[in-house]
C-alpha cells in the first residue's frame, strides 16, 4: 500500500514496487505500516501449520532497519530504450 501511496502522491497512478527493487515484499498493511515493524522479529509458518512441530519450522525474520536505496530507484527498470 506504501507503493500505491506514494505513486498516488507523486501522480503515478502505475507505480510499482519492482522500481524500488525490493528485497522482502509484506502486503496486506495500511500504507507506511510497515516502518512500525523496525526492531521487531516475527516467525512465518506455512498457514495450513496446525501443529506444534510445524510451526516450530517457521522462518524468523527480524526488521532491522529502513534500506537506503541507490539513485537508481529514480529509473525506471521496465522502461527499456
Known amino acids: 500500500e506504501t507503493v500505491k501511496d506514494v505513486g ?3 501522480g503515478v497512478p502505475s507505480l510499482t514496487c519492482t522500481r524500488f527493487r525490493p528485497n522482502v515484499i509484506i ?3 495500511e500504507a507506511w505500516k510497515e516502518f512500525d515493524y523496525i526492531g521487531k522479529s516475527f516467525t512465518c ?3 495450513s501449520s496446525s501443529e506444534e512441530e510445524e510451526k ?3 522462518i524468523k525474520i527480524k526488521f532491522v532497519s ?3 536505496r541507490c539513485a537508481g530507484v529514480g529509473v525506471d ?4 530504450p
Open 77 to 80: 527498470p521496465l522502461d527499456y
Open 27 to 29: 502486503e496486506g498493511l
Open 45 to 47: 509458518v506455512p498457514s
Open 66 to 68: 529502513r534500506t537506503v
Open 8 to 10: 498516488t502522491k507523486i
Open 56 to 58: 516450530k519450522k517457521g
